[in-house]
């Protein structure tokens, strides 16, 4: 059974219809807190969680520094920020660019798997870069879970393919499958915990 207590999404090029896709697919009681790297312009504004907002139940916010974590909340790193994983919480810095990217999704997985290790789920989607790839790597390395979308249904096959080069292990989803596949995760937690209870 899977302890899963926090999901990672990474993507790029052709991210907000992949994104709109996978969260107008889970439900309004997802319960466990998603995280989302979007690579974007330095001076973007907070439009990625309004857009996002009108396809989802889930509450979805632009995080601020020292943001507690929440079940039922998607948090969108914001432009110009690398998002940091700590337990509980996440932070923001202004550390220098990785791989050309600020946010990096390299940087939020590799934290989010120190912080949760098996319990960090990592999410690679369509892009044009190979981010996310060694921070996913590092999710599995430390017993994480790794999905990555199949990139005959990414806008950009880059990302997903660097992904599923670097982690052969992912489970490689259709991205109309990826929401079902998350809610089951998530529903194994909650298996879990009951059994414990038991």
Known sequence: MSNLAIGVIGASWGGLAALSKLFSGLPG?????????QHRSRHG???????LQDVTKLHVVDVEDKEPLQAGCVYI???NYHLLVED??????TDPLVRFSRPSIDVTFASAADAYRSAALGVVLTGAND???????????????AIVQDPSTAESKTMP???????????VIPLSGISARLVELASHKVQHAQKRAG
Do not use: W
């Open 77 to 79: 790193a914001p432009a």
């Open 45 to 51: 504004d907070n439009l990625l969680a309004t857009l």
């Open 161 to 171: 393919s660097a992904a599923m080069k670097a982690v052969p292990e992912a489970e």
């Open 131 to 145: 981010d996310g790839s060694q921070g996913l790597r590092r999710i599995v390395d430390l017993g994480g879970k």
């Open 88 to 93: 509980g919480h996440l932070s923001l810095t």
């Open 29 to 37: 009681d997802f319960n466990i807190p998603l995280l989302v790297v």
